[in-house]
């Protein structure tokens, strides 16, 4: 059974910085694309960054780039997000997704592409 689990989440001030994590169990980890998405209250659930399978191909939702990095650690089940200069727009439930490929390259951006959620993490960001 496929389990992910976030943390890292909490509340910052304007201008801050925070690190998720997301631990992956239950299947081989180097076997999947990940993806962060995130979600605000009264609005849909859109992708933040998404990583290949062996991390060496990333994407960035244009209002993240520059200000967040998402990475992977396979040795180590875990994918990371790296968010700097935040700001309250970015106040949301942090989400990561995971959808085994055989494809090493890929990143995928859809929240259909995922099969695999996790619980979601509470990112608040005051002004």
């Known amino acids: 059974q496929v389990q992910l689990v976030e943390s890292g989440g909490g509340v910052v001030q304007a201008g801050g910085s925070l690190r998720l994590s997301c631990a992956a169990s239950?299947?081989?980890?180097?076997?999947?694309?990940m993806g962060w998405f995130r979600q605000a209250p009264g609005k849909e659930r859109d992708v933040v960054a998404a990583i290949s399978r062996t991390g060496g191909t990333t994407y960035y939702a244009d209002s993240m780039k520059g200000r967040f990095t998402i990475s992977r650690d396979n040795a180590k089940n875990t994918v990371f997000l790296q968010m700097t200069s935040l700001n309250p727009e970015d106040t949301a439930v942090y989400y990561c997704?995971?959808?085994?490929?055989?494809?090493?390259?890929?990143?995928?951006?859809?929240?259909?592409?995922?099969?695999?959620w996790g619980q979601g993490t509470q990112v608040a960001v005051s002004s």
């Open positions: 997704a995971a959808h085994w490929t055989a494809y090493l390259g890929r990143y995928y951006t859809a929240v259909s592409d995922y099969e695999y």
């Open positions: 239950g299947r081989t980890f180097s076997a999947a694309a």
